[in-house]
């Protein structure tokens, strides 16, 4: 089992719709959690972070995080085709390091 | 804030001779800096942890003398490839560790490395 797990994808939305992007994770010890976006050819540029349960909310970025059930999430409102990239949720135990999951690819289509 | 500066971002190099790949944190100090490369459409592959002024941590399977990393200053971590072969060909990106609690890390744009 992956220390960290998204679905690979690729996960298509009409532009405007709401994308869902999930992530699980196993070490029930990790402390702080995060979502980069990586467009094709560039290196990940962080979008949110979270560390507590519940909702976080950046413009149309919400982060949820259940660490009872080891999951976190991100959803995207209004989807815009500048969405489309690759989302990769990071795991943290603490200390600055973090695990990375392989990433979903989300294309959203105008 | 948080900005992040690799050099350079692309460099085409003979087998055999070696490259230097320079992270610099721009406008905070980062105690902590990280090396990854990365192939296409795969994921992040952590290979060392810089930290200032000690010896860099390598994950396992990372050569040490093959992937030389300095950590000389709060601003500044290099990597170099010694030797490269094709192989060593990859994407290569450095994160600087920042944020309020000093946990969040920001990549810089990366280095494409080809090695003929």
């Known amino acids: 089992q992956k220390e960290v797990e998204q679905n690979s994808g690729p996960l298509s939305v009409p532009e405007g719709a709401i994308a869902s992007l999930n992530c699980t994770y196993s070490?029930?010890?990790?402390?702080?959690f995060f979502w980069y976006r990586q467009y094709s050819g560039k290196s990940p540029e962080l979008i949110m972070s979270?560390?507590?349960?519940g909702d976080k909310e950046d413009g149309r970025f919400t982060a949820q995080l259940n660490k009872a059930s080891q999951y976190v999430s991100l959803l995207i409102r209004d989807s815009q085709p500048s969405d489309s990239a690759t989302y990769l949720c990071?795991?943290?135990?603490?200390?600055?390091?973090?695990?990375f999951g392989d990433g979903t690819t989300l294309t959203v289509k105008p | 804030g948080a900005v992040v500066s690799q050099h350079p971002s692309r460099v085409i190099c003979k087998s055999g001779t070696s490259v230097k790949i320079e992270c610099r944190s721009l406008?905070?100090?980062?105690?902590?800096m990280f090396w990854y490369r990365q192939f296409p459409k795969k994921s992040l592959m952590l290979m060392a942890t810089?930290?200032?002024?000690?010896?860099?941590?390598?994950e396992q399977g990372v050569e040490k003398d093959k992937f030389l990393i300095n950590h000389a200053s709060l601003t500044l971590s290099t990597l170099t490839v010694t030797s490269a072969h094709p192989e060593d060909s990859s994407f290569y990106i450095c994160?600087?560790?920042?944020?309020?609690?000093?946990?969040?890390?920001?990549f810089g744009p990366g280095t494409r490395l080809t090695v003929l």
């Open positions: 994160s600087a560790l920042g944020g309020p609690d000093y946990n969040e890390q920001f």
């Open positions: 070490d029930r010890g990790s402390q702080s």
């Open positions: 979270i560390y507590s349960n």
């Open positions: 990071a795991v943290s135990l603490g200390g600055g390091k973090s695990t």
């Open positions: 406008d905070f100090q980062a105690t902590t």
């Open positions: 810089s930290n200032e002024g000690s010896k860099a941590t390598y």
